[in-house]
Nanobody
């Protein structure tokens, strides 16, 4: 079982930055894949970024590549999403997600995650 608690959302002007945090409560993180998703009003939930807890760099949606960075803190069992150069179209509820995976496989899944946080609102004003 994995419990996820997000924090860090808020209101920011276009061009600004926010950092989201996702604290994971789980016995072992080694085979865990952590992801961020978002859902804007009237739209489907979409993949934003993900990484393997075992190591390696993050994977990103084209819409956020170069502006967002996903990272991990192994001591705090926390995953972060640093969001820079925010745009009004980034406005959404952001969800942290987790699932078990094979660290040796290339890439990360972009759907089908088992565990979800409660979501945190990010609003970017123009």
């Amino acid at each position: 079982q994995v419990q996820l608690v997000e924090s860090g959302g808020g209101l920011v002007q276009a061009g600004g930055s926010l950092r989201l945090s996702c604290a994971a409560s789980v016995r072992t993180l080694t085979n865990l894949i952590m992801g961020w998703f978002r859902q804007a009003p009237g739209k489907e939930r979409e993949f934003v970024a993900a990484l393997k807890w075992s190591g390696g760099s993050g994977y990103y949606a084209d819409s956020v590549s170069g502006r967002f960075t996903i990272s991990r803190d192994n001591v705090k069992n926390t995953v972060y999403l640093q969001m820079n150069s925010l745009k009004p179209e980034d406005t959404a509820v952001y969800f942290c997600a987790a699932d078990w995976g094979d660290p040796s496989r290339t890439g990360v899944p972009r759907q089908g995650y088992t565990y979800w946080g409660q979501g945190t609102q990010v609003t970017v004003s123009s």
